[in-house]
T-cell receptor, first 114, second 113 residues
Framework: GENVEQHPSTLSVQEGDSAVIKCTYS??????FPWYKQELGKGPQLIID?????GEKKDQRIAVTLNKTAKHFSLHITETQPEDSAVYFC?????????????FGRGTQLTVWP | DAGVIQSPRHEVTEMGQEVTLRCKPI?????LFWYRQTMMRGLELLIY????????DSGMPEDRFSAKMPNASFSTLKIQPSEPRDSAVYFC???????????FGPGTRLTVT
């Protein structure tokens, strides 16, 4: 099955700086790549996603890029704020036999210092 | 929409006891997923259902774990007997055929002493 690797496991940045989290995947059939944010004591929430027919997608301060050839995708957060502090998970999904299953990375604990 | 609903939010039980976790997916969603989250292993998929039928239970750790989905609006995850190593946060998520997004519930924090 699919294997998703996520780096770094922890990331600390100063408020206002940018944060970048990177993921790689193994299955070239994967065509959907969501990012989830998990705040303390809550379930993961989808914040942005990208499909394999698109190279980049932006939503205000958040952007995701995808390199299908290299099989990696990244989350970029600009002008970070303390409320961005959370655990971020990347995931990948392949069409076909997996019938809707997502494969998750191990997560990145992002801390934004005021 | 109320989102995915899980109960209880917290469960503390003694080793050997039976534990039942409950989930109500978002109305109309036909996929339901059970995950377990621990510091050591991250977010693990235990089992998932499509139209109330289990599709893949390869993530269920042992026979002590069982899951059912008797109807489209309710699922249970049962652990019998429970062990301290089962302590984790258990999440339920749901999604809709043709839509990629999965929506997670708030989780049940299980502590087995």
């Amino acid at each position: 099955g699919e294997n998703v690797e996520q780096h770094p496991s922890t990331l600390s940045v100063q408020e206002g700086d940018s944060a970048v989290i990177k993921c790689t995947y193994s299955d070239s059939a994967s065509n959907y790549f969501p990012w989830y944010k998990q705040e303390l004591g809550k379930g993961p929430q989808l914040i942005i996603d990208i499909r394999s027919n698109v190279g980049e997608k932006k939503d205000q301060r958040i952007a995701v890029t995808l390199n299908k050839t290299a099989k990696h995708f990244s989350l970029h957060i600009t002008e970070t704020q303390p409320e961005d502090s959370a655990v971020y998970f990347c995931a990948a999904k392949a069409r076909g036999s997996t019938l809707g299953r997502l494969y998750f990375g191990r997560g990145t604990q992002l801390t934004v210092w005021p | 929409d109320a989102g995915v609903i899980q109960s209880p939010r917290h469960e503390v039980t003694e080793m050997g006891q039976e534990v039942t976790l409950r989930c109500k997916p978002i109305s109309g969603h036909d996929y339901l997923f059970w995950y377990r989250q621990t510091m050591m292993r991250g977010l693990e998929l235990l089992i998932y259902f499509n139209n109330n039928v289990p599709i893949d239970d390869s993530g269920m750790p042992e026979d002590r774990f069982s899951a059912k989905m008797p109807n489209a609006s309710f699922s249970t995850l049962k652990i019998q007997p429970s062990e301290p190593r089962d302590s984790a946060v258990y999440f339920c998520a749901s999604s809709l055929t043709g839509k990629n997004e999965q929506y997670f519930g708030p989780g049940t924090r299980l502590t087995v002493t």
